[in-house]
C-alpha cells in the first residue's frame, strides 16, 4: 500500500493538536503545513511551512486537513476539490448552507472524500453508545438530551455557539438515533459583546419520533459535556470528558391489581459503568478519514452530513430570531 501524503492547513489551537496526530496515522506522511499567520505553537518542526493553500498543493499532497476558521472553509476547499485533492474540514462544514451546499458538490463532481471533523462521534463513550443502542439495548429511543457548556473561547470570534459548539451535539444526536431532525425551536441570548450567540437552549423531534433537547454556552464556570439518550427500557449517559459510560435499567413494577394495571410506572433499576476501550478521538477520527480515501470504510463524517447539521444550526437561529419554531 502506497503511503498517502497529507497536509495541514491552520495551526491554531486545534491545528496543533491535528499536527500531532497525523504524525502518528499509520499509512500516511505528514509531509508540509501552511497558516497565514505562520506557526504559533511550533508544531511544524522540520517540515515546509507554506502561507497558503497554493503552497500545499504545489508540494503534492493526497489529502489535507482544513483548520482554518469556518469562514475561510469554503475558500480553501473549493482550491483543493479543483486540485484533486481529499479534505477533512473542522466543523461546521461552511459558514453558510449555501456555501456549504457548493463544497458537497464540487467534492461530489470530482469524485473525491470530503469529510467534517465532527470529533464526537468518533468519541468512545458515544460509539459504544450507538453500537448498544443500534443492538436494540434501549428498545425504542424516546429522548436525547445533551448539555455542553463551559469557558469562554476567545480563539472563536467568526461564528456563535450554535455553529460552533451546537453542531456536535445536533450531529450526534442524529447519528446516535440514526434518525434526522424534522423540527427545531431554540432560544438564544447575547451576553459577550459580540456579533453571534453566545447561549442557547434548544429542543426539537426527530423523524424517528425521538424528541431532543440541547443546553449550550460559552459563558458556565462548569465545564459540562454530557449526553442521556432515554429509551423504552432504560437510559445511557456519556460524560464525553472523560469518555465514561452507564446504563441506568428502568425498574418497572408488574401489578395485579386491575384500577392500575394500565399505568406502567418506572422505577430506578440496577446502574451499571460499563468498562470500555478508550481511544483519543482524533486518532479515531484521522483514521476513518484514510480508510475512507482507501475505501476501506465509510464511518468518517461526510460533507452531506455536515451540510445537513450546518442546516439544522441555522434553523436554530432562525427559531430564536422569529420566535417560532422552524419545519426542516
Known sequence: MSVLR????????????????????????????????GDPHGVAGDLPLYD?????????????MCAVPTGLHEEVGMALA??????????????STEAGTR?????????????????????????????????GELGRVLQITTVRQGGFPARIADVGVVKDLGTHDIDLTAWLADSPFTRVAAETMTNSGREHE??????????????????VNWLSPVKIRQTVVTGELGAFV???????????ANGSVRTRWDAVSA????????????????????????EAFRDAILGVRQEH????EGLDTLRVAEAMIASARTGESVTL
Open 198 to 215: 453566545d447561549m442557547v437552549v434548544a429542543n426539537g423531534r426527530l423523524e424517528c419520533g425521538a424528541i431532543t433537547s440541547h443546553v
Open 6 to 37: 497529507t497536509g495541514l492547513i491552520g495551526l491554531g489551537m486545534m491545528g496543533r493538536h491535528h499536527a500531532r496526530v497525523m504524525r502518528s496515522i499509520e499509512g500516511t506522511e505528514l509531509v508540509a503545513v501552511a497558516d497565514a499567520m
Open 263 to 286: 399505568f406502567r410506572g418506572v422505577s430506578e433499576g440496577d446502574v451499571t459503568r460499563l468498562a470500555i476501550e478508550k481511544p483519543e478521538p482524533l486518532h479515531t477520527e484521522h
Open 238 to 248: 456519556a460524560d464525553t470528558v472523560h469518555a465514561d459510560l452507564t446504563f441506568q
Open 103 to 135: 463544497l458537497v458538490r464540487a467534492f461530489d463532481e470530482a469524485g473525491l472524500v470530503g469529510a467534517v471533523g465532527h470529533i464526537e462521534r468518533f468519541n468512545p463513550a458515544l460509539q459504544e453508545m450507538r453500537r448498544r443502542i443500534q443492538a
Open 52 to 64: 497558503s493553500v497554493q503552497g500545499l498543493i504545489d508540494h503534492g499532497v493526497d489529502a489535507v
Open 82 to 95: 479543483e486540485a484533486g485533492v481529499h479534505v477533512m474540514v473542522e466543523k461546521p462544514i461552511a459558514h
Open 301 to 304: 463524517v461526510s460533507m452531506a
